[in-house]
């Protein structure tokens, strides 16, 4: 069974430092990475996506993947109270048809 | 990125009825796909929704009470057939481009009484 794993947490840090959210996958195949920011009664807001191994870096976030070990992160630095929500990551793949398996989500709080 | 509107945002239906909720994208997009999201947990994958042709559903989730269409590149539909009060839960459709960026409508919170 196709699976993504996250920490549910609540994952929490002070206004300033790096939060860290990882995610795990099961499927070597998985082809593409995403990561969604969900704001309590919202829909998911794709912030990163990243397709090769590496570090990938978008203003505040680094997406990093690394296949051989089924691993992709998040980093958000200076992390701001507007950045706690919950951190959903997805992946990719061909099973039958191109589809995606979302990770059950890491709630992060941004103390201020 | 694309944009994508669902509609209705939120409706109470009563057990036995059946509600559809329309998913418009403001661009052409190469997939579509509708996900049901229970509260407080992630997102489950209902089908794929395929332009001209029956969806493609997941494990689970049967055409007879998920029946899609999409007529075109940029609109689909998703009936809830035979509600029933596990059926309450939000409804997400999505679209996605060459990238394999995926993109969420507003979603549709349905409440069956």
């Known amino acids: 069974q196709k699976e993504v794993e996250q920490n549910s947490g609540p994952l929490s840090v002070p206004e300033g430092a790096i939060a860290s959210l990882n995610c795990t996958y099961s499927?070597?195949?998985?082809?593409?990475f995403f990561w969604y920011r969900q704001y309590s009664g919202k829909s998911p807001e794709l912030i990163m996506s990243i397709y090769s191994n590496g570090d990938k870096e978008d203003g505040r976030f680094t997406a990093q993947l690394n296949k051989a070990s089924q691993y992709v992160s998040l980093l958000i630095r200076d992390s701001q109270p507007s950045d706690s929500a919950t951190y959903l990551c997805?992946?990719?793949?061909?099973?039958?048809?191109?589809?995606?398996?979302f990770g059950t989500g890491t709630r992060l709080k941004v103390l201020a | 990125s694309a944009v994508i509107s669902q509609k209705p945002s939120r409706d109470i239906c009563q057990r036995g009825t059946s509600l559809t909720i329309q998913c418009q994208v403001d661009s052409q997009v190469t997939m579509m796909f509708w996900y049901r999201q229970q509260p407080g947990q992630s997102l489950t994958l209902i089908a794929t929704a395929n332009q001209g042709s029956e969806a493609t559903y997941e494990s689970g989730f049967v055409i007879d009470k998920f029946p899609i269409s999409r007529p075109n590149l940029t609109f689909s539909t998703l009936t809830v057939s035979n509600l029933s009060p596990e059926d309450s839960s939000i409804y997400l459709c999505s679209g996605t481009g060459g990238s394999y960026e995926q993109y969420f409508g507003p979603g549709t919170r349905l409440t069956v009484t």
């Open positions: 499927d070597r195949v998985s082809q593409s």
């Open positions: 997805a992946v990719g793949l061909v099973s039958g048809t191109y589809k995606y398996i």
